[in-house]
C-alpha cells in the first residue's frame, strides 16, 4: 500500500492483480500524478554548466535506438529519482541445444495463466518465489509441471502468527538481532512445513534474512507448491545439462519428455544502461 491513501477496506488481504490495478489508477487520480506511459529513458546525465538533469525518452512502442528522432524526448529537472528497480529486465537462460527443443519457451514475465498448458508436461526452471507460483498454477490447470532446483533454497510460510512473514520478518529486526529473528523464522517453519530436504529442497547454511542481505537471494515464500510437491503433482529436479529435441537431460544424467519450459529465471536491473554517473 502507497503512503497517505490505505487499500480501499473493502480490498481482501491479498487483493487479485485488477484491483491493484484500479487502486494506483485512483492513487494517480487523487494525487494529481500524471503518468507517462509508454515511454523508456535511455539515458539520464547530470549539466554541470545547467545544474539541472537531462533525461532523454525513446517511444517504447516505436522500439528504442532507430535513430529516426521520432517519439524522443528530452526533460531538465532538477531532481531524478530512480525507482525502476532490482527487477527492469528479464533473465533468460543460457541452456545448451536450445535451438533444438522445439517446443514453446517463455519466462514468467509473459505468463498469464496455465490454460495453454493443459495436459502438457511443463519444466519450470528456478525455484524463487516465480517458479514456485507458477508450479501451483500450472497443477491449478491440469497441467504436469516439474521444477528446477539447482541449489539451495529456503522456503518459509507465507503467513506467521496470522501475519505475514515478510511484515513479521522486518518487525521483529527493529527489535532483534538479525540472526535471532533467522532462528525464529527456521523453527516456525519447521513446525508448519517441516522437513524438506527429502523433498530435494535443502536449506542454505546461512539464515533467510542473513543470506538475503548478504548475496539477495530472496526467501521464497510457499503459497500452496510444497503440499503439491509433496503429493507428487510437481516434481523436484536437479540443473539442467542441455536440451534435447522435446526433452531435457540434466545434470544426473537422466533424460525426459517435456512439451513446453517456463523460465523463471528472475529479474535484472538496468539502471547501470541508462544512468551517466
Ligand atoms: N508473491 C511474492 O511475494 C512474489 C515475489 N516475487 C519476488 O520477485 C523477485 C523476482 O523473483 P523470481 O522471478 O522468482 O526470480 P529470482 O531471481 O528470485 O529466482 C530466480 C531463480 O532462477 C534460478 N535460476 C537462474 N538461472 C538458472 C539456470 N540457468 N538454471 C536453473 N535455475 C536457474 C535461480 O537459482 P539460483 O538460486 O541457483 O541462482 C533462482 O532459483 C524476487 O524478489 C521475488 O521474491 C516474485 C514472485 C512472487
Ligand atoms: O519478494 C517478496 O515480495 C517477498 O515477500 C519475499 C521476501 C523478500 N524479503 C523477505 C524477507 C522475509 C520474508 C520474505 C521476504
Redesign the pocket.
Known sequence: QLPLAPFPPHFPKYPSKRQFVTYLESYARKFHIRPRFNEAVTAAEYDKALGLWRVNTSDSNLGLGLGLGCGEREYLCRWVVVATGENAEVVVAEMEGAEEFGGAVVHTCGYKSGEMFRGKRVLVVGSG?SGMEVCLDLCSFGAKPSIVVRDTVHV?PQEMLGRS??GL?MWLQKWLPIRLVDRFLLLLSWFVIGDTSNLGLTRPKLG??EL?NLTGK??V?DVGTIDKIRSGHVQVRPGIRRLKRLAVEFVNGRVENYDAIILATGYKSNVPSWLKV
Open positions: 518465489n518459509l512473514t515478510f520478518s533467510p534474512l538475503k530472496t526467501p515464500l
